[in-house]
């Protein structure tokens, strides 16, 4: 399999460049040359345990590392760090809800950055080298990379987070980490500060070849790539179990990667009848799929903060496919879209039958929890809980519907409490953290005091 970028200027590469490349060198995000169609596997595949499906859905994408050691990647990946397995699937009412924060850092992110940070490794000591990762986190990337190459060799990896402006257990979650090759810094300012100053570093090319920076946030195609496999895990099972055709996902989305992964596994044959997206009050993708137009409005802090997103890294990529897989349109819409903050997409009637949209408010996400914990016992987080109210409203009744639960209830203790009354969201990861020792490093909001930290503290 080779890759290509959305933007139609980078040569067709292997994944191995892939994964390291990270972005696309001419600023596009790179995707499969083509998309392998696998409906008649799929009577083998539901056979399969989690690691043996990931290493079949693999094989697809990856023709450049021996298949021995892919096996060995997978189960490094997911056999023992998650608990007890990577994937559990729960039936609570008359929903499926796919439990994927059962890794180290208790949110679905470390599904694909537990594999991410297996393959660096692997690449490096294989081709030799060394990779500075920088990130800008909100909230849940930043531990789950952390996590994802804590302790690795020839890797460090530098995350900033806005000071101040993290929960408590997230920035915990980060800095309790004190392993040689982990930098937490804390900018003096927002998360968009954060999000441009790792922008504007990576778009230094000399400083980005000379430091070998790579990225973990979710253009990074081995994300994606991880994610797949969890669909066609959880929607074989429950097409066996209904005896039904088809099955609706329903995904609480941000930086649109998880959804476009279960798009990718429709695309593959998965039988989907409807994927539904559901945001928060940052509705972005939700106005695009009703409307047509995507046009950027101003950032709300939610009670679902991974959420809190205007512009969707991934999108691009599902709009490349939207618009014929043609380069020269996608650079269109970059323009236009840069210039006006808006893009209208043609559309005779729905922009995208296989999608159905809408969004969660505050209020609609605490009641969702409230109703479910009454009625089932069953303790949603704030993420999972958008999705579970949307999916309810959209899904159609006669078909199965499978949640994607996005991270454990005990990340957000106080949304929980406000929406039940009670103090019950518990994990013991979390309450572990509360007297362990932090380290982080407090930078002023510049690209400089960023770019001489990391200079100083790297080790070539
Ligand atoms: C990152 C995240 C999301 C959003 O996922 P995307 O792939 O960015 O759409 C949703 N919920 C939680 C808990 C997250 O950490």
């Known amino acids: 399999m080779k890759y290509i970028s959305t933007r139609g200027n980078i040569k067709p590469i292997n994944f191995i460049e892939t994964v390291m490349m990270g972005l696309a060198d001419d600023g596009g995000l790179i995707i499969p040359e083509i998309i392998p169609e696998i409906s008649s596997n799929l009577g083998q ?119 101040k402006k993290i929960s408590d257990i997230q920035e915990k979650q980060m800095t309790t980490v004190l392993s040689k090759n982990v930098f937490n810094i804390a900018v003096k300012g927002s998360f968009d500060d954060c999000q441009s100053i790792m922008k504007r570093i990576a778009g230094d090319i000399k400083f980005k070849k000379e430091y070998r920076l790579g990225a973990i946030n979710s253009v990074n195609w081995a ?23 088809k099955l609706q996902i329903c995904v609480p989305t941000g930086n649109f990667g998880n959804v476009l992964a279960s798009w990718y596994a429709y ?117 999972t809980s958008v999705g579970i109210y949307v999916g309810n409203k959209l899904k159609n009744n006669d078909l199965p519907i499978l949640n994607i639960a996005t991270a454990h209830p005990a990340k957000f203790p106080d949304s929980i409490k406000s929406a039940i009354g009670k103090d019950i969201a518990k994990h013991p990861k979390i309450e572990k953290l509360k007297s362990q020792k932090t380290r982080c490093e407090i930078l002023e909001n510049d690209q400089n005091s960023v770019k001489e930290f990391m200079i100083k503290s790297i080790i070539k």
């Open 45 to 163: 595949y539901k056979k399969l345990s989690y690691n043996e499906l990931a290493y079949q859905i693999f094989k697809l994408f990856i023709s450049d590392i021996p298949d021995n050691d892919l096996k060995k990647l997978i189960d490094a990946s997911y056999s023992t760090n998650f608990d007890p397995e990577a994937a559990p699937l729960k039936k609570v009412g008359d929903t499926y809800i796919l439990e994927l924060f059962t890794g180290p850092t208790l949110s679905f992110k470390d599904v694909a950055l537990q594999l991410i940070g297996n393959l660096f490794e692997y690449i490096l000591e294989k081709n030799g080298g060394f990779l500075n990762i920088l990130g800008a986190t909100s909230g849940d990337t930043g531990s789950a990379g952390i996590y994802g190459v804590k302790d690795r060799k020839n890797i460090n990896i530098f995350v900033m987070h806005p000071y």
């Open 223 to 245: 994300r994606i790539l991880a994610q797949i496999v969890y669909y066609f895990y959880a929607g074989l099972k429950i097409l066996e179990i209904t005896k039904k055709e």
């Open 267 to 383: 695309k593959m044959g998965l039988p989907v009848h409807k994927i539904i997206l559901a945001t928060n009050e940052n509705d972005i993708l939700s106005r695009f799929f009703n409307t047509g137009i995507y046009s950027i409005g101003k950032v709300a802090e939610t009670i679902s903060p991974a959420m809190d997103i205007q512009i969707a890294s991934n999108f691009e990529r599902y709009l490349y496919y939207k618009l014929e897989e043609d380069p020269c349109k996608i650079n269109d819409f970059i323009n236009v879209f840069l210039k006006t903050g808006s893009f209208k997409i043609d559309k005779d009637g729905v922009v995208d039958p296989l999608f159905l949209s809408d969004n969660a408010d505050k209020k609609n996400t605490l009641n969702t929890i409230k109703e479910y914990y009454e009625k089932y016992d069953y303790i949603l987080d704030p993420h």
